[in-house]
């Protein structure tokens, strides 16, 4: 029984490090098109920018009830 609640931990941490990852490579991408678009006064760029922080936004709030999730008593 032990060994199963270890095993489901660490899978729900191995998630929510792939989805810190994919958070950040998201996060990093907007960086460098935003100082792109800011560079080249590019509003088109800046409006793609914008349109992908929805997903960074669903990302983190996946992440932090995960947190919880797994801070929870069994």
Do not use: W, Y
């Amino acid at each position: 029984m032990a060994d199963h609640i270890v095993s489901a931990f660490t899978d729900e941490l191995d998630k929510i490090a792939a989805d810190l990852m994919r958070m950040g490579g998201i996060v990093e991408t907007m960086i460098l098109d935003s100082c792109q678009a800011v560079d080249r006064n590019d509003h088109d760029l800046a409006k793609d920018v914008i349109s992908r922080d929805p997903s960074v936004d669903r990302l983190e709030e996946e992440v932090e009830l995960s947190l919880i999730h797994i801070s929870e008593p069994t």
